[in-house]
Structure formats: C-alpha cells, structure tokens
C-alpha cells in the first residue's frame, strides 16, 4: 500500500501563489506516475498535472505556463507550484500515484486539500 499526504492548501486571492506538497510513504519503490487533480464543488475530478519516475510532465491546458509540477525521488514528494491563481481555480486538490504491479495499474489518493481562491 501507499500512503498519500497533501499540505500547502489554503485561501489565497486572484493573481496569488500557492505551493502544494504531496509525500508519498510505504510501498514507494515502484511508484510511478504522481500527480494533481482537483474537484470543485458540483464538477467532476480533472486531472492538473502529472510527473512521471523520469521527470515527463503534462498540464490540463488552462494552467499550462501557470502551474509548475515537480517531484524530489529522494523525498518521496511532488510539488505543485501554483502561480496566478483564478476564483474558476477553488477546489480541492489530490495528490495521485500509481503503480503498475503483474501489468495492473494500482492507484492511490490522498485526502485532498482545499485551495480557494477568493477577494
């Protein structure tokens, strides 16, 4: 199993900045994929952005330039770095992982936090 823990969340207003952390703990040798995604109140959850163990990213395109995802393997950790922030942008933001275990993807989740962004 994998252990998920989200921090960084809070109330920021538009145009601010706001950096999440996700630590991964367990069975972490094998994780591959780690990620973001967000669900604001009555949407569907949307992928953010993901890293892959070699450093590959991809974005959603509406924060592409905006969003910055990184990962630290020797700290088990994945950042978000979340810069010009939107009201459109209030969720809240779970950290992902997978691992691929006998060719099955394996997928974790953290609690989530809440990022709202507000006047």
């Known amino acids: 199993q994998v252990q998920l823990v989200e921090s960084g969340g809070g109330l920021v207003q538009p145009g601010g900045s706001l950096r999440l952390s996700c630590t991964a703990s367990?069975?972490?040798?094998?994780?591959?994929?780690m990620g973001w995604y967000r669900q604001a109140p009555g949407k569907q959850r949307e992928l953010v952005a993901r890293?892959?163990?070699?450093?590959?990213?991809n974005y959603v395109d509406s924060v592409k330039g905006r969003f910055t995802i990184s990962r630290d393997n020797a700290k088990n950790t994945v950042y978000l770095q979340m810069n010009s922030l939107k009201p459109e942008e209030t969720a809240v933001y779970y950290c992902n992982a997978d691992r691929w275990i006998g060719g099955r993807r394996n997928e974790y989740w953290g609690q989530g936090t809440q990022v709202t962004v507000t006047v």
């Open positions: 367990g069975r972490i040798f094998d994780i591959n994929t």
């Open positions: 890293i892959t163990k070699g450093g590959t990213t």
